[in-house]
C-alpha cells in the first residue's frame, strides 16, 4: 500500500530559488558553522539512489566522521526513516545526523520541489535502477514518502557558505559525495596552512 500511495499527487510546498555557490547556506536546524558539512537530501526512503546516497554517506562518516559534518534530511516519519536506515546495516550510519521533515517545507527552502513523472520514469532513472539492481544488488524497498520529491546535495566550507549545490535533474543523479568530502577536508587543510 505505502508504494501505492508514494505515486500519488502530494501537497505543494512553497519552493525557493536554489541556493548558489558562495552564498551563505539557507536555514538549517543545525549549526552549519565550524566544520564543513555535506547535507543530503533523500528522494525518499525506499528509493535506490537515496540509499546510494546514504551508502556513501556512511563511507565519508567512516573516513573523516571528526572532520566533516554529515546530514541526511527525510520526508519520511523518524521511525519509517529509522526502519530504512537499519535495514542498510551500514557500519556508520547511525552517526549520520538525520534530520525530519515531513512537512518537506526544508525541502523548499533549499529550493527542492516536486518533479515529473519522466524525473523518475525517464530512461536514465529507469536504467540505472536496472544497474544498481544487477551489478551492486540495491533495489527499491518499501517506500516511506513520496516518489514525487526531487533530491539533492549540498555542501558548506567551516564558514557554513555554500561550496557545492546540486538538485537532481533526475532520480538516478547523486552528487560524488566521497570527491566532495575529499575536497573538504583538502579546503580546511590549505585553510590552517
Not at 555535506?38 to 537515496?50: A, D, K, M, Q, T
Amino acid at each position: 500500500m505505502d508504494d501505492l500511495r508514494s505515486i500519488l499527487p502530494v501537497a505543494q510546498v512553497p519552493v525557493s530559488q536554489l541556493p548558489q555557490t558562495g552564498q551563505k547556506a539557507p536555514a538549517f536546524p543545525h549549526t552549519l558553522t565550524g566544520s564543513p558539512s555535506l547535507i543530503v537530501f533523500l528522494r525518499h526512503c525506499g528509493c535506490p539512489f537515496s540509499e546510494v546516497a546514504f551508502r556513501s554517506l556512511d563511507k565519508v562518516v567512516g573516513q573523516y566522521s571528526n572532520k566533516i559534518n554529515c546530514y541526511a534530511i527525510s520526508h519520511a516519519t523518524a521511525e519509517e526513516t529509522q526502519v530504512w536506515i537499519d535495514s542498510l546495516n551500514l557500519a556508520h550510519g547511525k552517526q549520520i545526523k538525520i534530520v525530519i521533515d515531513t512537512s518537506r517545507e526544508l525541502y523548499g527552502q533549499w529550493g527542492l520541489g516536486q518533479t515529473s513523472l519522466l524525473h523518475w520514469l525517464g530512461y536514465n532513472s529507469l536504467s540505472s535502477v536496472w544497474t544498481l539492481a544487477t551489478q551492486q544488488g540495491i533495489r527499491n524497498r518499501t517506500t516511506k514518502g513520496t516518489r514525487w520529491q526531487q533530491s539533492g546535495q549540498f555542501a558548506t566550507d567551516a564558514t557554513g557558505k555554500l561550496v557545492f549545490c546540486q538538485a537532481a535533474g533526475t532520480a538516478n543523479e547523486v552528487a560524488d559525495l566521497k570527491e566532495l568530502a575529499n575536497r573538504l577536508v583538502g579546503s580546511t587543510t590549505e585553510a590552517k596552512l
